[in-house]
Nanobody
Framework: QVQLVESGGGLVQPGGSLRLSCAAS????????IGWFRQAPGKEREGVSC????????YYADSVKGRFTISRDYAKNTVYLQMNSLKPEDTAVYYC?????????????WGQGTQVTVSS
């Protein structure tokens, strides 16, 4: 059974950092892309970042470029999202997802989400 479990969210002050984790089970990250998304109250879900499997290519939304970094730990079957220089507008529920293909689109498996709140 494919499962994705996010963790690492919390309350942080503006300018602070958090590292989100997305632990995968039921499949191996060796072959599939993983994406991070977020949804703030009253807003549509937004794609934040993605990492492919074949060559480790990474993609970022313009709003997070230079501040967020996506990475993978094959041994732990986990993908991370390191978030630095956080801003209040980064406040959202963050989700990881996979299309069970090596493309950053067509996501059909989602985690339950983890809340990130950036506030002083």
């Amino acid at each position: 059974q494919v499962q994705l479990v996010e963790s690492g969210g919390g309350l942080v002050q503006p300018g602070g950092s958090l590292r989100l984790s997305c632990a995968a089970s039921g499949f191996t990250l060796d072959y599939y892309a993983i994406g991070w998304f977020r949804q703030a109250p009253g807003k549509e879900r937004e794609g934040v970042s993605c990492i492919s499997s074949s060559d480790g290519s990474t993609y970022y939304a313009d709003s997070v470029k230079g501040r967020f970094t996506i990475s993978r730990d094959y041994a732990k079957n986990t993908v991370y999202l390191q978030m630095n220089s956080l801003k209040p507008e980064d406040t959202a529920v963050y989700y990881c997802a996979t299309p069970l293909m090596d493309y950053c689109s067509g996501y059909n498996y989602w985690g339950q989400g983890t809340q990130v709140t950036v506030s002083s």
